[in-house]
């Protein structure tokens, strides 16, 4: 998978075209866009989009080469004003210098726009340069002037740190994760994925209608604590089932664990976790012995005491790279645990 970096913001015309064709839907099937369109393009946009409206960006010439292999359900970052502004899935890509400048007229003088995709999903998001440029590991100060298509590594790493799931990835799972073949039990169903291979960002969990987006906080307390887990040699995994996508997942000698990270310590967060923890924990691909919700600060005493009294541990951040474990009481841990043995057996 390729991860595109497309400025959004730096000039007035490119303000204009985001607003034109990103902010809001552009209807492809008008006679103006739709006689300009080849047949492969109307089918390919019509089979992506089929209420016949879509988001669009696109890159002019001087980026073909750049853009030779993106190909549908490849990400793209948004970026201007310090900071990356949106993250969005591509969806159809090809060439028509027409449609592009009908779709963003180009000023005199300027150049035409010729490289035209749209995107199936847009999620705002508000990631700093910064926080990107340690992604991928270039200088603090770099402010990514131009169109840039990362690949192998640094989009692995960029896909990691910001844990960015599209829907295409998604996609591929959903007949596995929601059907019912006989013999078949839905532990089986649960596909395990290495951190590396999952992604996402942005303010509460959100799915849309394709991309799923994780609050940004969220993914860096994740990152922090898989660092964690890595300096004792743990591996952190996340696993995809019918219910969602765990935000932690790690076996060891001690047995399997399911954690749910949260962006903050409030009641509605620690409920949050709570709900998803159980949700979760009858799909552990091998079963869980313990559940825990992550949190960058303590929560009250009585939200701890409310997770103790389900069997589900409270880890919370004390300072940088300083995790604190609140175990529930391992009495209280057996009898949920004989609970999430239930809903395993009958789910078989």
């Not at 400025?7 to 064709?21: K, L």
């Not at 009585?302 to 790279?321: A, T």
Request: hydrophobic content about 40%.
């Amino acid at each position: 998978m390729r991860v595109l970096i497309s400025p959004s913001y730096g000039s007035a015309g490119t303000r204009r075209h985001w607003a034109d064709t990103v902010d809001q839907l552009v209807d492809f099937t008008v006679p103006r866009y739709d006689s300009v369109l080849t047949t492969e393009q109307r089918e390919q946009l019509q089979v992506l989009h089929q209420d016949g409206n879509a988001r669009f960006w696109g890159a002019t010439p001087a980026h073909d080469g750049k853009l030779a292999d993106v190909v549908t359900g490849d990400v793209v970052l948004f970026t201007g004003q310090n900071q990356v502004r949106a993250i969005g899935e591509v969806g159809a890509i090809f060439r028509n210098r027409a449609l592009a400048d009908l779709l963003w007229p180009p000023q005199a003088g300027g150049q035409s726009w010729h490289t035209v995709y749209s995107l199936l999903d847009l999620m705002p998001t508000d990631i700093p340069y910064a926080e990107l440029n340690a992604a991928i590991g270039y200088r603090p100060a770099h402010n990514f002037p131009g169109q840039m298509v990362l690949r192998g590594d640094k989009a692995r790493s960029v896909l990691e740190d910001f844990m960015i799931t599209p829907d295409t990835e998604w996609q591929t799972l959903v007949p596995q994760l929601t059907g019912r073949q006989s013999g078949i039990r839905d532990r089986d169903l649960v596909r395990v994925a290495a951190m590396e291979e999952l992604r996402t960002h942005r303010t509460g969990y959100r799915r849309s209608r394709r991309l799923v987006v994780v609050d940004r906080r969220e993914a860096v307390l994740v990152r922090e604590y898989r660092q964690h887990l890595a300096d004792r040699g743990l591996t952190a995994q996340r696993f995809y089932c019918a219910s969602g996508i765990s935000d932690i997942y790690v076996e060891s000698a001690d047995g399997s664990e399911v954690m749910e990270a949260k962006s903050t310590a409030s009641h509605l967060h620690v409920r949050q976790a709570l709900a998803q923890l159980l949700d979760y924990a009858p799909h552990s691909p091998v079963p869980a012995r313990r559940l825990t919700g992550l949190f960058p600060e303590l929560p009250t005493r009585e939200d701890v005491d409310l997770l103790h009294r389900y069997g589900i541990d409270c880890v919370h951040r004390e300072s940088p790279g300083i995790f604190r474990r609140l175990p529930a009481a391992s009495e209280r841990r057996i009898i949920m645990r004989e609970i999430w043995s239930e809903a395993n057996r009958v789910a078989e």
